[in-house]
């Protein structure tokens, strides 16, 4: 399946579904990020060392090609819009709905969209109604220059909608579902880490990374694996078949 997950910030993926994006693409899956913003300004960072980060991220995010012969390397890319000042607007919905037609997206990931973030909550709105005009048909939508055309980019309507958590609130997660992620802790601790300027100088954000490694072994707890990812939906799962639920 070709899976878009998009982020305000780079950073807000590897947080949210670091484990997930992970595992999905060592299954062969085509897992491609797209960056809102590109994050800055920050205390620590500057937009040319932001960009070194996410391109470190994004290797500790790709499988071994020789562990795995069957799978793709995550890729990401940035749309460029302004961050702090992401405005919900046709605009952008079109420049999103450009790069789920071009990537094909089966499946979308967006923040969860209960947040004290404004750029959060804008781009999770953007990408819930870029899902609709993505399958407008009689509409050019714009592509970003660095994301090459494999196809002739054809409206479409992803099949589902899925959200993580990067929430900017003191929020205690209630999802639809557990993404386990056991084994995968350790790189995606590392991708986050790799955002030198935002989770390790900044002596008050270290404490960001322990959370994220106690939420994973907490929600691992609730289905009984080591570690897990918490996911919510607005339209329900389907099942034939209860052989894959983790007991």
Known sequence: ?????????????????????????????????????????????DPKTRAK?????????????????????????LLGLPNREVIHSVESRHQVAGVIRTHQA?????????????????????????RFDAKLTSIDMPIPPALAV??????????????YYCTHLRWVADPSFLFDITGLVERKIEAIKAYHTQFVLPEKNRRVVEWVEHSASYFGSR???????????????????LASLIR
Not at 106 to 130: G, K, M, N, Q, S
Not at 150 to 163: E, T
Not at 224 to 239: D, I, N, S, V
């Open 1 to 45: 399946m070709n899976i878009l997950v998009i982020g305000p910030h780079p950073d807000d993926q590897e947080l949210g579904m670091g484990g997930a994006i992970i595992r999905l693409a060592e299954q062969g899956h085509d897992v491609l990020l797209l960056d809102m913003t590109n994050g800055e300004p920050t205390p620590h960072g």
């Open 53 to 77: 980060e996410a391109a470190d991220a994004l290797d500790i995010l790709s499988p071994d090609s020789s562990e795995f012969p069957n799978s793709k390397p995550v890729r990401r890319v």
């Open 106 to 130: 089966d499946i979308l990931f967006v923040p969860y969209f209960e947040d004290a973030h404004p750029d959060h909550r804008a781009v999770t709105r953007i990408a819930e109604d870029a």
């Open 150 to 163: 494999k196809n002739d980019a054809k409206p479409l309507y992803p099949r589902w909608l899925f959200y």
């Open 223 to 241: 289905i009984g694996t080591q570690a897990a990812e918490p996911f919510y939906t607005k339209e329900p799962l389907g099942l034939n078949s």
